[in-house]
């Protein structure tokens, strides 16, 4: 860059800082009426079976109650409720209601009522008879079970994912490099190790919620707590089967997504009763709902194969995934590709050949759906486990074995589709790391004086920047009157602060404050066409966009402002506050230009412009964990957890620091406490705060992170993503430090404070 | 049930069915701020003040804050913005959903130590969730602001 900038690259407050912290009205509970229908879902008690009866007349009879549905009712058109870009990977294997239930609160009936009372009552008065099946839990056992989780024939793929319906199967598919047989025969080591995480919860505060009505042209008005207001919007025309044209989908304030909200959780229930009745409704997700009828990550079953030298020069990599989708295919074609995908290209460095497959299935648990790292978490916990795994095996300093396999700027990786390693600090990444924390003096293993374990562990990990090929995100920019300008935008703030770093970019572009940049979005009427905010797509994505935009409106300013001056645009220069001749001579504002374009003008002083990119340049990171373990308990405190993050250019630090810290803390709760448990019976045991433990803030930690920026080129102002990457590396990296603090690998998450104890007990190590 | 309680420094009669959940009444009556994270008084999000305590919304009927006194948010707006922009210098508002809850518990918290270090900052807020921020940035806000009110530069 030659000019020196401005708004990009400064800790600028969030555009509504003040507003949330102050706790003004902004969530969809604050801003949508009170008065209108509750609506809420009869659960399936039973993990498989199909309804054979259900009486709703007493339910029907209750005071209050506008109306109740149940599979008789809905269209018998299968669709899913994966917010991703048309053809959907995700098979269409879903009704609003169906007579066979998957799950543990699939929906058996939809309920409408004046108020929450009489909903309650009615829910208790359906009489169902369930005719109760086989589930099958266990996810090992689901691929040619006889037990069929979608028998039905109408289930259909749209994409060629390898899915089979009558197999158990979402997804199934392989791909390799380099003769991976011949490369493992001439290794000197083969390790195979089986890593297990489970169907671990977003956890975002704010639970699913939507509010829909039929506004004054009779289309079904829709606002919803979404990431991606376009999918809803189709998402809800193949539910509904009603025309799109009829469907206006917004999103307030989001209090939290991380994925979650990118699959149409709740929205199919209030819009259905709006569309029958013709009354505004409104569907609050409780607690107990989002924990056991939502979206979490998908549990996954890694195996790793590696092959290297006795140097600990790692030659190659074999990932096998199987993954549980859960009752419903939401995102599970997608997610086991990050699994591979973005944990064996890290090795690109001395790599001669990879394999990665893998197998996708049905099982009757809650669907799985898209959460922070899409697999991408589940494949790195499993490749950099087994590296240290390696590194420690050999006796050589894993730190020093990452720097001599690791993926470097230039290379081209063949796992990576042969994208190139454009832009690429991971060396630099890791040595900041380990001379910031302190790596030589904290990975010898010490004893405290009252008898606890320090230890210290490391990993790394990419993300991409987007979806290659696929996603779309798009700006308006507008000039409005005193100069300032609307930025139009259908990316969603859930917390990320996507609406001030994408006024940053228009700011730098038009050479004016933040302040003069008022946003607005998401509205499928209003703002162009954006997939939404996902895969890390923003930043890098919309925010090209947003840079397109500018040009254009740069240009529009000035052929006005040229007809003003009565001169050639090619002789002015656009200067921000003003548009002036080169020479000197003359001279108009901008806020002048925004008035003139309102009176007896045809220039529109607006531009939109669309962007998509062919690559997905990663982001990475190092990350490094000192804990202190108590032997006696198993419990295992964070002391210090050092990140240092290659994001490309950082577009406000502040946030993206957050944005890193948050993820941080995410993740150790993945590794240590956040436990997924059904019963035999398919009933989830960790159905509230209470029993799910999300970490508190007396259990993160000290956090320091850094950031080691290369500049991409395709990217806006040389950015690439940061809101995935950053829950990668903490579950390897505290795996490792108790491996290292206790003599044992854990290769399933949680590492609870049970299982080491008991181990060290085995050990004769542990408590009295 | 009819009660009579001070909401805001406003003195409010309501009539309430004796089940209401203080939050919900808490809503109905204009204090958005109030939010519900959970069922099982597990998350924070629902602390307002009674009797200038700070106390989880959800988990007190509305019934018994008769001839009480209930402050939430929106009446310590000048409170709570003398420290809130300490915390958005750190962009730790992040979504903002768990905002209201651990500001009123810092509002507590500052009244009945007006300079905690900050493990006793990290100790009063334990009971308020925050699923975005990492907690950190939140603490750097407060200790921004105590340092900032130390120094004199308020
Ligand atoms: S709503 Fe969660 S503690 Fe009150
Ligand atoms: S900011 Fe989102 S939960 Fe705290």
Redesign the interface.
Known sequence: MNRELKSVGK?V??K???Q????????L??ITP?DCLVVKVLRSPHAHAVISGINTEFAKKVPGIAAVYTWEDVPQKRFTMAGQTYPEPSPYDRLILDRRLRFVGDAVAIVAGEDERAVNRALRLIRVKYEILPPILDFRAALDNETLVHPEEDWHALCEVGADNKRNLCAKGEEQGGDISAVFADCDVVMERTFHTKAVH??????FRTYTEIDHFGRLHVISSTQVVFHVRRILANALDIPKSKIHVEKP??????GAKQTVVAEVYPAFVTWKTGRAAKMIY???ECQTAGSPRHEMEVTVKLGADRDGRIRALDVYTLSNTGAYGEHGPTTVGLSGGKSIPLYTGALEAYRFSYDVVYTNVQSSGAYRGYGATQGIFAVESTVSELAENLGVDPVAIRMKNMVREGQIMPAYQNEPASACTLDRCMLRCAESFGWDEKYPVRFTSDGKIRAAGVAMAMQGSGIAGVDVGSASVKLSEDGFYVLRIAAAD????CDTILAQMTAECMDCSVDDVAVFGADTDASPYDSGSYASATTYITGRAVEKACIELKEKICTLAAEMLDCPVSELIFEGRQVVRADGSASVSLADIAVKSMCGSDIALEATSSHSSPVSPPPFMAGMAEIELDPETGTVDILNYKAVVDCGTVI?P??A??Q???????AIGMALTENIQYDDRGRLSEN???QYR?P???E?G??DVEFAPSYEESGPFGAKSIGEIVINTPAPAIAHAIYRATGHWYRELPILPEKIALDLLRDGKGGK | MEITLTLNNKKITADVPPDTILLDFLRERGCPSVKCGCETSSCGLCTVLLDEKPVLSCSVLAVRTDGRSVTTLEGLQDEAAEFVGFIADQGAEQCGFCNPGYVMNTIALLRENPDPSDDEVRAYLAGNLCRCSGYEGQTRGIRAFLDARRAGKL
């Open positions: 800790g407050r969030k509504d800082a003040m949330l912290l102050l706790g003004k009205p902004a969530y509970d604050d009170r977003q956890a975002m505060m704010e639970t304030r989001i209090g939290g997504g991380f409780t607690r107990k859930m917390g990320t602060g406000n502040n946030l620091r957050i890193t810290e948050g993820g941080l803390v995410q509230s705060l209470l999300i508190t803030r007396l993160t000290r956090l």
